[in-house]
T-cell receptor, first 119, second 112 residues
Framework: NAGVMQNPRHLVRRRGQEARLRCSPM?????VYWYRQLPEEGLKFMVYLQKENIIDESGMPKERFSAEFPKEGPSILRIQQVVRGDSAAYFC?????????????????FGEGSWLTVV | GENVEQHPSTLSVQEGDSAVIKCTYSDSASNYFPWYKQELGKRPQLIID?????GEKKDQRIAVTLNKTAKHFSLHITETQPEDSAVYFCAAPYSSASKIIFGSGTRLSIRP
């Protein structure tokens, strides 16, 4: 049973280019989270999605960043016109669909991460 | 606002001694509290979690305690070993959207 799969593992982009990071959740998981981690820092929440729906994107910059999780295929985090400050590790995590009227906090499992370097 | 505070930011203990890391959360509706361990260059990995219907959970040398009244939870590692050296993150869900918010991390070093 494969875990959360992310690609590419490492990506180098020049300033102004676009970066696309992909994430396939664990089998049976329908919720995806994206986190950004700067060197020597913590995991900063960016966006929380389920299939064809963005649940919470409060942590994502309003400009240049977008995320989607289509009905078919992986979730994609897209960064347009990258700048040096975008250099970071981007981790995707997935969980099972939440059930019940109150959130019970489903366990999230992380992928290996995508390391973006902007030169 | 949404916040998970974690202390200390760095911790150095003698091998064989115990280590304790503490976190506080802001959303009183939170009822699930995981802990992750992250080694350098690797992904965060779940090591233990606790739900609000229990006050303590133990798994070999690792234990987590929860005080819902005070809104804080702690990770306890006993008989520390060199391989325990890593960064540890606590987390808690926030708001009805269930997004998981992480603490700022604790860098644990085990001295031989």
């Amino acid at each position: 049973n494969a875990g959360v799969m992310q690609n590419p593992r490492h990506l180098v982009r020049r300033r102004g280019q676009e970066a696309r990071l992909r994430c396939s959740p664990m089998k049976g998981h329908s919720h995806v989270y994206w986190y950004r981690q700067l060197p020597e820092e913590g995991l900063k929440f960016m966006v929380y999605l389920q299939k064809e729906n963005i649940i919470d994107e409060s942590g994502m910059p309003k400009e240049r960043f977008s995320a989607e999780f289509p009905k078919e295929g992986p979730s994609i985090l897209r960064i347009q016109q990258v700048v040096r400050g975008d250099s970071a590790a981007y981790f995707c995590a997935s969980s099972r669909e939440s059930t019940g009227a109150t959130f019970s906090g489903n366990t999230i499992y992380f992928g290996e991460g995508s390391w973006l370097t902007v030169v | 606002g949404e916040n998970v505070e974690q202390h200390p930011s760095t911790l150095s203990v003698q091998e064989g001694d115990s280590a304790v890391i503490k976190c506080t959360y802001s959303d009183s509706a939170s009822n699930y509290f995981p802990w992750y361990k992250q080694e350098l260059g690797k992904r965060p990995q779940l090591i233990i979690d606790i739900r609000s219907n229990v006050g303590e959970k133990k798994d070999q040398r690792i234990a987590v305690t929860l005080n819902k009244t005070a809104k804080h939870f702690s990770l306890h590692i006993t008989e520390t070993q060199p391989e325990d050296s890593a960064v540890y993150f606590c987390a808690a869900p926030y708001s009805s959207a269930s997004k998981i918010i992480f603490g700022s991390g604790t860098r644990l070093s085990i001295r031989p």
